[in-house]
């Protein structure tokens, strides 16, 4: 219950990108959606990026622990990311896994993790923009 409560926002985004993973796209058709080419691979790289951010985030705001330390839990979004490629291809007769999706999902994820470092050590960001409630807004 620890978990689910500190990284609510984490878990509610692996549960998304489990249902878009997994769900059947044949029923969309592509006459409604503007040609982009490879717009797939920007699809996985947003989601990836979002979940390595939020979770990369949410670990360091519980945890309070050095860039060095959040670099070790790069391994995690990436084996989600492996995964699902993985349950696409073998339980999923409408969806297949591939490589190039991987390599979006990692670009993500490594992508995340220089943002992170980037808020992290960037003190107005850090300060006035992550976390607004908690500055006073006039000093007395």
Sequence with gaps: MYYFKKYHK??????IITILSLVNTAR???DNLPIIPHFDKIVHFLMYFTLG???????YIHHHKTIKR???ILILPLIYGGL???????ITPYRSGDWW???ANSCGIFSAFVAVAF???NTFLRKWMLFP???PMFKA
């Design 84 to 90: 699902m490629e993985i349950l696409q291809y073998s």
């Design 10 to 15: 984490t878990l509610s985004i692996i549960f």
């Design 53 to 59: 951010f939020i979770f990369m985030f949410e670990y």
């Design 70 to 72: 959040i670099s070790k």
């Design 101 to 103: 999706d991987m390599l």
């Design 133 to 135: 409630l908690k500055q």
């Design 119 to 121: 808020f992290r050590n």
């Design 28 to 30: 969309i058709k592509p």
